[in-house]
């Protein structure tokens, strides 16, 4: 048997030849990336990549070194591209993503939309964001709010974005890809649910409870606990508005402290969710490609080939450029049958070499990639 020591050796001979041939092989890369720059051609040729490593596997021994073949060489050459963009846009070739850097978000008489009615969460965030010193009006949904801020009948709207119980709002999600609107800024409202009555009404009187199914969710231990009925309603304000306009004392809701002052009820008991900590991140939407300086936040989404490894190549970018992933999520792709759309937030600056660096490889290799904002 031939001795440990000996073969460790001979393995970091070959590993030193292995790193000098490796450099070799990406210093000619910067060959080919000039000749591209210069004949305006794109970094990624997969066909050009599939036929070099069909015929590197036919050079393998036997299949377990064939399918190593191919996974080295996927690697190197996902290295080479990646070294390719970088020196691309040094050169200035697709090195500015297009957002307008301000030191603020104009907040002063802008028009603000937000989705539900007086009382809803979304008004809270829309009024502790903008505060007094903007106009604002609602509509019954997303869409709509997205609609309002494509059009110009407002400058920004609010919708929730992800619920720290609850997961995120899958709706909204979608419509940031459908519209050509922006992420400009997010902002965080804690969500307090409380049960409300009408007025002289105690918690023993309730026998039936009205809210959104999100609500009941939350403090459903709660619910339980009490035996009582639940009956949907479209959002906890409505739920609110619902109740302020019955007669009956056994009637009562789960809306926010806010919507029970609005519509004359009386609070019952604060704080029935079951976490403490329940939280709804709300976006700021905006029509205007912008970012505050400031802003340190990147989200896009992107489709990709439906192909083994398609995933790690798209955040293999993301990860070479030292960038830090905060989120990623899936959606289905309605046209596309168990095909998926993602969504991914990592930390970065719009005109950070980098962030630049990674968004030109994922956008040059998915489909249909897309900028969601910087905030």
């Known amino acids: 048997m031939r001795d440990l020591v000996e073969s460790r050796k001979e393995i970091d001979e ?67 591209r990646k070294m390719q963009y970088k020196l ?7 090195n ?18 937000y989705q539900g009615i007086p009382g809803a969460y979304s008004q809270q965030a829309a009024h502790e964001y903008f505060g007094e010193d903007a106009n604002f009006c609602n509509v019954t949904t997303f869409r709509e709010a997205m609609k309002y801020v494509r059009d110009g009948k407002a400058d920004y709207a609010v919708l929730p974005f992800e619920n720290s119980s609850a997961g995120i ?25 409380c049960l409300c009555g009408l007025p ?24 339980e606990k009490h035996g ?23 009637r009562g809701c ?4 806010n919507a029970a002052k609005i519509y004359g009820l009386e609070i019952l008991h604060k704080g029935i969710n079951f976490n403490s900590t329940n939280t709804t991140k709300f976006i700021i ?17 992107f489709e990709m080939p439906h192909k083994s490894g398609s995933l790690y190549q798209m955040l293999s970018h993301i990860i070479y450029n030292d960038l830090n992933m905060t989120s990623i999520q899936s959606r289905p792709i309605p046209e596309r049958k168990w095909e998926y759309r993602f969504y991914v937030e990592f930390e970065g600056k719009s005109n950070q070499p980098g962030v630049v660096n990674a968004l030109s490889g994922i956008n040059a290799e998915a489909i249909n990639m897309k900028i969601l904002g910087n905030y």
């Open 14 to 80: 070959i590993d030193e030849q292995i790193v000098k041939l490796f450099q070799r092989r990406m210093d000619v890369c910067k060959d080919v990336a000039t000749y591209k720059l210069q004949n305006g051609k794109p970094v990624l040729d997969r066909q050009r990549e599939l036929d070099k490593i069909a015929t590197l596997k036919t050079k393998a021994a036997d299949n377990f070194y064939a399918h190593g073949v191919e996974e080295l060489y996927e690697q190197i050459m996902a290295m080479s």
């Open 88 to 94: 691309l846009n040094e050169e200035g070739v697709n």
């Open 96 to 113: 500015d993503i297009g957002f307008n850097i301000v030191e603020a978000l104009p907040k002063k008489d802008v028009t603000v939309v």
């Open 169 to 193: 709002v899958t709706d909204v999600y979608d419509l940031s890809v459908e519209f050509h609107n922006y992420i400009v800024d997010t902002f965080d409202v804690k969500i307090e649910h």
């Open 200 to 223: 002289g009404s105690k918690i023993e009187d309730i026998r039936d409870v009205y809210s959104h199914p999100q609500a009941f969710m939350q403090s459903n231990e709660y619910i």
């Open 228 to 250: 009582w009925g639940k009956v949907n309603l479209a959002n906890t304000a409505i739920s609110a508005r619902y109740i302020s306009e019955q007669t009956d004392k056994s």
């Open 254 to 257: 789960i809306a926010s402290e």
């Open 285 to 301: 939407i905006s029509k205007e490609r912008m970012a505050r300086r400031d802003a340190n936040l990147i989200c896009i989404s």
